[in-house]
C-alpha cells in the first residue's frame, strides 16, 4: 500500500508564500495521479488541484491557477504545491491524495489512499 506523508505547513502572513510537500512510500508508486484537496474549519472538504503521472495538471479554479503550482520531482515520489499569495480563506488543513485509477479526480471519494494533512494558517 501505497502511504502519503505532507509537511510544509504553518503559519505566515497574507501575501506570503509556502511550499507544501507530498511524499510517497511503500508499494511502487508508478501511474498513480496525485491531488491536493483542503479542508477548511466548518467547510467540507475541496479539491486543489491534481496531476497526472505523465504532469497533467488540474486546478480547481482560476484564482487557484493563477497563485498555486503543483508538481512532481524527478524521481516522481514527491508532489508539490507553491502557493503564492496567500490568502486568510487559504486557511486550511492541506492533504494529498492519491489513486492509481481517477475518473474525476475533483471528487474525493476517488482517492485510495490520503495523508494525514499539514495546517496552513494565514493571518490578516
Known amino acids: 500500500q501505497v502511504q502519503l506523508a505532507e509537511s510544509g505547513g504553518g503559519l505566515v502572513q497574507a501575501g506570503a508564500s509556502l511550499r507544501l510537500s507530498c511524499a510517497a512510500s511503500?508499494?511502487?508508486?508508478?501511474?498513480?495521479?496525485t491531488a491536493w484537496f483542503r479542508q477548511a474549519p466548518g467547510a467540507e472538504i475541496e479539491f486543489v488541484a491534481g496531476i497526472t503521472w505523465k504532469g497533467q495538471i488540474t486546478y480547481a479554479t482560476d484564482s487557484v491557477k493563477a497563485r498555486f503550482t503543483v508538481s512532481r520531482n524527478a524521481d516522481k515520489k514527491n508532489v508539490y504545491l507553491q502557493m503564492n499569495n496567500l490568502k486568510p480563506e487559504d486557511t486550511a488543513v492541506y492533504y494529498c491524495?492519491?489513486?492509481?485509477?481517477?475518473?474525476?479526480?475533483?471528487?474525493?471519494?476517488?482517492?485510495?489512499?490520503w495523508g494525514p494533512g499539514t495546517q496552513v494558517t494565514v493571518s490578516s
Open positions: 491524495a492519491a489513486t492509481s485509477i481517477v475518473d474525476d479526480p475533483r471528487r474525493d471519494d476517488e482517492y485510495e489512499t
Open positions: 511503500g508499494r511502487p508508486f508508478s501511474g498513480y495521479y
